[in-house]
């Protein structure tokens, strides 16, 4: 249920309507936005008269939120939620922000080399995985707690934030000591008890949708962390499985809008797991800004030919050159501007 608080209602009014609510075994979130005070009211209470809180003083609205998802939805929170990252990495306001990366984070050499071309072209936040959740048990498991070590360092020394992957409850604690934002990947999308952990940190979430998920049950994990406390969710479109076999994924772009019109969230887009073929994720980076990401996720290696997980789909430095200046166009055509810090003329500033 949502409680639409009147613009002129006084402390003591706001106060009494959530002590109402508590008392009637709701859960309250509260959310201030620039003109208006909207209480979330989160209960299982099927048959509520919803009058019992319509007559209090202070009341405007109240109306029930008939999506399964509250929190997460745009009857709760009518304006986008925007979530800072330091000063230069704003999601979900006109900015789109490009994260860059390798699949895994290999070693000091190949984090440094990389970092200091991804930066210098315009990525904001690199990513990389030290625990990898792999197909095969046989396959590259990431270098762990070293590689967060390295690439915390690479991203310090030129100025990007970081993300990484969490695969299970027990690495939190390591994790947060080296990351600006944490990433659900898509199989653990539905991962219940490290939803709910996350869900009680107070650092960003970028949360995959799930290979064969729905958008509304992308909405469903994302409400799991939202009703922790933790606001700071970033969906995240990276394909789902089809009946078509040419790419890797199919990337479902339509997801973009269809959240955007269901969500407040901010919601970014990964061509290179949704097509997982090198030289189609260029045009599908400029079809996500095009159709409105608030950012885009690709996976650039120096040497992507032997990389220990995804190169094939992983891009060349000069091929993230290229894609940079395409979606810069594209990006001033749809009125938005790229996430970062705005640069003086002959300056580069690597402030953060
Ligand atoms: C990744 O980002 O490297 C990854 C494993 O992605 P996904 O969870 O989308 O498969
Ligand atoms: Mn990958």
Redesign the pocket.
Same mark, same amino acid.
């Given at each position: 249920m949502v409680v639409v608080v009147e613009k002129n209602a006084t402390k003591q009014e706001l106060e009494n309507i959530i002590e109402a609510l508590h008392k009637h075994g709701f859960d309250v979130h509260r959310s201030t936005g620039v003109n208006q005070t909207v209480l979330g009211a989160i209960g299982v209470q099927p048959d509520f008269d919803t009058n019992t809180i319509r007559v209090l003083p202070g009341v405007a609205e109240v109306h029930r939120i008939t999506e399964q998802y509250k929190l997460a939805s745009r009857s709760f929170k009518r304006d986008n939620t925007v979530i800072r990252v330091g000063k230069n990495v704003i999601f979900g306001d006109e900015e789109v922000v490009v994260i860059a990366g390798p699949? /895994?984070v290999e070693s000091e050499d190949q984090m440094f080399t990389l970092a200091e071309s991804l930066s210098a072209l315009g990525a904001v936040m690199m =990513?990389g $995985?030290a625990f @990898?959740?792999r197909t095969s048990p046989y396959s590259f498991q990431g270098l762990g707690e070293k590689g967060l070590r390295i690439m915390r360092n690479a991203c310090d020394a030129f100025g990007l934030k970081m993300v990484t #992957?969490i695969m299970d409850v027990s690495q939190i604690e390591t994790i947060m000591q080296y990351t600006d934002v944490l990433?659900i $990947?898509? =199989?653990?999308m539905q991962n219940y008890t490290l939803l709910r952990e996350v869900g009680r940190i107070d650092k960003p979430v970028l949360l @995959?949708r799930g290979?064969s998920a729905t958008t509304e049950e992308l909405l469903m994990s994302a409400e799991y962390i939202l009703s922790g406390g933790n606001e700071g969710v970033i969906l995240?479109e =990276? $394909?789902i499985r089809t009946f078509e076999k040419s790419t890797r994924n199919t990337m479902d772009l339509s997801a973009i809008p269809v959240i955007h019109q269901k969500s407040h969230l901010p919601i970014i887009a990964?061509p /290179?797991?949704a097509v997982g073929i090198r030289d189609k994720v260029i045009p599908m980076a400029r079809a996500a800004v095009a159709a409105g990401a608030d950012g885009i996720?690709v #996976?650039v290696h120096p040497d992507p030919d032997n990389a220990m /997980?995804?190169g094939g789909q992983s891009l060349f430095p000069e091929q993230f050159k290229q894609l940079m200046q395409e979606i810069k166009i594209i990006i001033h055509a749809i009125g938005r501007k790229l996430s970062g810090p705005v640069k003086k003329k002959g300056i580069h500033s690597i402030e953060n």
């Open positions: 699949c /895994s =990513r $995985g @990898k959740p #992957e990433q $990947g898509a =199989r653990n @995959k290979l995240w =990276r $394909g990964d /290179s797991h996720m #996976e /997980s995804d």
